[in-house]
């Protein structure tokens, strides 16, 4: 990996004091920057904006589409074909031609946009502090020095310093990973090698205040931010190919090499043997033109854009067509937590009571009275609404609380009509708890269940007070003097607080976020209501709730199924380590005592190393967006075809550098989109397997249309290469080479494009990321079956024919065209046999009904006859044809039997 590079301006500003920063940037914290200063700071920093490098032009875009080895050559066999008179086949290549261009263009060209969303994320508007005045200001005018405000819903327009907060709160999810909006605070921190999400004095351009209110100075704008810096990586990442479009690379240089071959050896073998001159050129380079499978690019685009129609219909957008076939390649799928393996929302996933002398761990929506009361006080003591119609509103955890509560009845507004608020001490990072103050009813009746069956542990007195406090496990504990264990009153001793205090280690070991609840019942009179009494004292502890953001339902049976077919998941997180190890142990990405590495240990490490230890982790955490780059290009390295899943702004560069990328709709960012090569409309991780399926079938689908055309091909080519060594006349003419193979490049070939997947599609490992589209086992499949049918229809032509040698041409002719459409439905399947499911593709039935139509038009319709020096055939020799052409089918189908037999 070699020396990173040096991170944006901000990055060391959580080392430095508040103080200090404001002496660095020559800047005031109550009056900020004079006017005539943030102007020079202007002028000397540039705005405040994303800058997009010098892009390629349209044009240039366009230009490209036509400069891969297949295009040229088809290019090249398009000319030649006019120039030989047949316009129907050079217009028909040229359309292909046109047509993956276009296609080739639409996608590079909407792929450009990536910095064009990031730039979106920064606002328009800023408020800042200048010359003793609050202003609002444009964002792009913002300067390092400038002194900055902060409200909850607001934007950062900068990386900040902070100076100032009050309850502050960022949700930084699309940039570090973070499920759930990060405290801010003040305090300058030590640590040097603090990741991104742990550097809570910082606020960063890009992200949003989800609570609170704060002031901080901008630290660095424009390029310089954490933002700007993964702008740059977008933009220097460069794209690489897809394992098809260098498999289809190498194979057209190979066919280009080939097809050069034959013109040079069927012309000399026929003008050594006296042949015209003139007519042997046209046949030589009519081979050539036959031998380069023209239908090709059609096939695959057809066969990717099908593809990409059948994935929109599982809710998969493909925003480039190689994509989906690149999935079928893949053999590391990696994967970000954070909405993509996750629900991306809290949930109290367990709750731990206090019972007899030990705590128990149990559900929340079942357990006991214990359990209903520690819920109770979970919904008292919210600030959050979960929204009767629309989406809750309130922070993240406060929302988990009160759907952890209505899954039990209890549901706030109904709560607080029977008990309601009359006070609160709102949380404080200080404190890190909050507390609110309730009126107890004059009849203890109307109680709800759980808080009447312990009233009188709890000595709740009729019209009192009931507090309701929550918040980090050690403060609330502090704060309490007594445990209510197993429905009685205990003193909180050293004994208990070191149970209380294993309770939560275990919570945080196995990746929940712990909080503590406590009630106090007060009697009526007991508490001061004007907020001048502390109140949080003398509390009764009740329990720990813990909450993650639980991983999705159908993650877990993806990545089985991705496990099945020889992928491996791995997870990548800018999230806290053992809550990525949670998560992972859940899906069975990893085991419980898997080997989480951090960023700050990838730091450490050069690519070389990083390679050796990405082979055998599953997790990765607290990861940098250039972390995750280096890890997708450390995979890549090792030969792999990685696939990279992510929803943030973070993922942004690992994206884009992927073998594909694939974002999230929903919760993704307009960044991510653009980055991505798919995108998940319904944000679900399990359709990413069924987009692997799909990709695998293209790639057989291609492979068989492969398979049939160059069989047919050099049965073409053993005719005439064999008739011009025995000494025999030429046995096809040009035309009828180009029609032969205008024809079954046509309907049959398209038809294969369409097939469906074998039942072992999802069974077998992927593809050797360097294995060639034209393997050895492939080829001496196509030569064998294709000189064996060459032969036989040389054969049929002399064995039946007469001495005229238009009617020879005529059954050779007809039998080479007969054989390419019976191999046809002998090639929908590598191993299985045709009369296993011999209508299982209706396209290619009627193809074959097509393909024999036009033939026997080209035979017995007079003006074909002219045209293409046939002669009609009678009932005998055209069942000789049948039963010659035939043979391509039953060699097909023996072959498959060897294999399945072997």
Known sequence: MGPKKPEPEAAAWHGVSVDHTVERLATDRRSGL?????????????????????????????????????????????????LLGDLLEAGAILAIVLLNGVLGFVQEYRAERAVEALQEMARPQATVRRGGRVLEVASRDLVPGDVVLLEAGGHVPADLRLTQTALLRAQEAALTGESEPVEKSTAPLADAGLALGDRTNLAFMGTNVAYGRGEGIAVAT?????????????????RV?????????????????????????????????????????????SMAVAAVPEGLPAVVTIALALGARKMLSRHALIRRLPAVETLGSVTIICADKTGTLTENRMRVGTVELPDGREFQRVAPEHGGDAAELLMLAAVLCNDADLGEEGPAHGDPTEVALLAAGANRGILRAELEERLPRV??????????????????????????????????????????LLLATKGAVEQVLAASRFILAGGDLVELDDEWRERVAAADDGLADNGFR??????????????????HEDPEHD??????????????????????????????????????PLTARRIAVDLAIADEDAEVVSGRAIAQMDLEELADRAEST???????????????TALQRRGHVVAMTGDGVNDAPALRRADIGVAMGITGTDVAKESAEMVLLDDNFATIVAAIEEGRVIYDNIRKFLR?????????????????????????????????NLVTDGPPALALAVEPGEPDTMSRPPRPPDSRILDSSLAVSILTIGILVGLISLAAGYLFGSEDETHRRSIIFTTLTFAQVFFALSVRSEKGSFFRRPGGNPWLLAAVLITLALQFLVIYLPPAQNIFGTVPLSASELTVVILAGSSAFWLAELEKLVRRLL
């Not at 202007?42 to 080895?69: C, K, Y």
């Not at 424009?222 to 460069?238: F, K, S």
């Not at 712990?514 to 907020?531: C, F, H, N, T, Y």
């Open 34 to 82: 004079e006017q005539d200063e943030a102007e020079r700071r202007l002028s000397e920093h540039g705005p405040n904006l994303l800058e997009q490098r010098a892009s390629r032009s349209p044009l240039v875009i366009l230009l490209e589409q036509f400069t891969s080895t297949m295009i040229v050559v088809l290019i090249v066999a398009a000319v030649i074909s006019g």
């Open 222 to 238: 424009g390029m310089n931010t954490q933002l700007g810096m993964i702008a740059d990586m977008v933009q220097t990442v460069e």
């Open 241 to 285: 190919d897809t394992p098809l479009q260098r498999r289809l690379a190498r194979l057209a240089r190979l066919l280009a090499a080939a097809a050069l071959a034959l013109v040079i050896l069927i012309f000399t073998l026929g003008v050594v043997r006296g042949e015209d001159f003139r007519l042997m050129f046209m046949t030589a380079v």
């Open 423 to 464: 006070s609160e001490v709102p949380f404080e990072s200080s404190r890190k708890r909050m507390t609110t103050v309730h009126r107890l009813p004059a009849d203890l009746a109307v109680l709800p269940l759980g808080m009447s069956a312990l009233a009188p542990a709890l000595e709740i007195c009729p019209s009192g």
């Open 514 to 531: 712990s909080l503590g609840l406590a009630l106090r019942a007060v009697p009526d009179g007991g508490l001061s209501e004007d907020g």
């Open 539 to 576: 509390l009764v502890f009740l329990g720990l709730a813990g909450l993650l953001d639980p991983a999705r339902k159908e993650a877990g049976p993806a990545v089985g199924r991705s496990k099945a077919a020889g992928i491996r998941p791995v997870m990548i997180t800018g999230d806290h």
């Open 618 to 632: 599953g997790v990765f955490a607290r990861v940098s967006p250039e972390d995750k780059l280096s890890i997708v």
């Open 708 to 740: 049939y055309l160059l069989t047919g091909n050099s049965a073409e080519l053993t005719v005439m290469v064999a008739a011009l060594a025995l000494g025999l006349p030429l046995p096809l003419l040009p035309l009828q080479i180009l029609w032969i």
